[in-house]
């Protein structure tokens, strides 16, 4: 009898760490927002919703960071993403850790962004304002706003390219610690090192390496408090450019918003 009392304590013991161990693995397979300091918000169908750490990510999110604010977003695939307001950043599509081919899609429409990503891990393909940039292994520093992107390569490797349909310029392998620069649709400018006028300009947080802070975040996440629907003037950015088609099915599902009428076409009145 002794024995089985025993074995039983064991047993539940064993249990207990099973849950544990399988509660941590849970955390640590979620997208997650996992630094939200300041002002930030985050746009799921047409309704902005106070960000909190330790809330999952949901492939759609507009992440819409304040001044001096921060988001960092980990995905368990690998990759890390800092948001530093004033910064808008779209989570265009997130891919499973088991995926064959995972690839995580931003889109990158203003602000200071510092991402890295590991070889053997998902990449991470930005879309920016002027060009493309894929990160599959290394860490680089964005800054990008409607007209013009930049981007440093603090380590490691990255690949940038022209946006489909836009203006063609010649793509290229950026390494560690080469500097990459367009404006509108200008030829892209290069150079060994940061410029001190881009180093001077980057937020002090962004110059620390990213901290993997995931496994913290335990139990059932934060539920964001919905707050009022997007306008139309927040709206029009992403109803331009490359992100116009997902915009488009999104706001043309709610007809009576006001960003809806920039997505519905004339009607054919020749007949």
């Given at each position: 009898m002794q024995a089985v009392r025993v074995f039983a304590v064991a047993f539940a013991h064993a249990v207990v760490l099973f849950a544990?161990?399988?509660?941590g693995a849970t955390a640590a397979e979620r997208p997650l927002y996992t630094i939200v300091d300041g002002d930030a918000r985050v746009l799921r169908g047409v309704t902005w919703h106070r960000l909190e750490a330790g809330a999952v990510v949901e492939a759609g999110d507009v992440v819409e960071a304040g001044e001096?604010?921060?988001?960092?977003?980990?995905?368990?695939?690998?990759?890390i993403v800092r948001i530093t307001g004033p910064g808008i950043a779209?989570?265009?599509?997130?891919?499973?850790?088991?995926a064959k081919h995972p690839v995580c899609e931003f889109t990158l429409l203003r602000g200071w962004f510092k991402l890295s990503a590991k070889e053997k891990a998902a990449p991470?393909?930005?879309t920016l304002p002027?060009?493309?940039?894929?990160?599959?292994?290394?860490?680089?520093?964005?800054?990008?706003?409607?007209?013009?992107?930049?981007?440093?390569?603090?380590?490691?490797r990255a690949n940038i390219a022209p946006l489909s349909g836009r203006a063609k310029f010649v793509g290229r392998k950026l390494i560690e610690g080469e500097?990459?620069?367009r404006a509108d649709e200008r030829a892209p400018q290069t150079a060994e090192g940061a410029p001190r006028?881009?180093?001077?300009a980057m937020p002090v947080q962004l110059r620390d390496a990213l901290p993997a802070l995931a496994a913290r975040f335990e139990g059932t996440p934060p539920?964001?408090?919905?707050?009022?629907?997007?306008n139309a003037a927040e709206a029009n950015p992403w109803l331009a450019g490359p992100t116009r088609a997902a915009f488009t099915r999104r706001f043309a599902g709610t007809p009576r918003h006001p960003a809806a009428r920039e997505t519905t076409p004339p009607k054919d009145r020749s007949s």
């Amino acid at each position: 009898m002794q024995a089985v009392r025993v074995f039983a304590v064991a047993f539940a013991h064993a249990v207990v760490l099973f849950a544990l161990a399988s509660a941590g693995a849970t955390a640590a397979e979620r997208p997650l927002y996992t630094i939200v300091d300041g002002d930030a918000r985050v746009l799921r169908g047409v309704t902005w919703h106070r960000l909190e750490a330790g809330a999952v990510v949901e492939a759609g999110d507009v992440v819409e960071a304040g001044e001096h604010a921060e988001v960092q977003v980990e995905l368990p695939t690998g990759p890390i993403v800092r948001i530093t307001g004033p910064g808008i950043a779209h989570v265009a599509a997130l891919a499973a850790a088991n995926a064959k081919h995972p690839v995580c899609e931003f889109t990158l429409l203003r602000g200071w962004f510092k991402l890295s990503a590991k070889e053997k891990a998902a990449p991470l393909e930005l879309t920016l304002p002027v060009a493309a940039l894929t990160l599959a292994d290394g860490i680089v520093v964005v800054h990008a706003d409607a007209r013009t992107a930049e981007v440093f390569v603090e380590a490691g490797r990255a690949n940038i390219a022209p946006l489909s349909g836009r203006a063609k310029f010649v793509g290229r392998k950026l390494i560690e610690g080469e500097y990459w620069a367009r404006a509108d649709e200008r030829a892209p400018q290069t150079a060994e090192g940061a410029p001190r006028a881009f180093v001077s300009a980057m937020p002090v947080q962004l110059r620390d390496a990213l901290p993997a802070l995931a496994a913290r975040f335990e139990g059932t996440p934060p539920k964001l408090v919905a707050g009022r629907i997007v306008n139309a003037a927040e709206a029009n950015p992403w109803l331009a450019g490359p992100t116009r088609a997902a915009f488009t099915r999104r706001f043309a599902g709610t007809p009576r918003h006001p960003a809806a009428r920039e997505t519905t076409p004339p009607k054919d009145r020749s007949s």
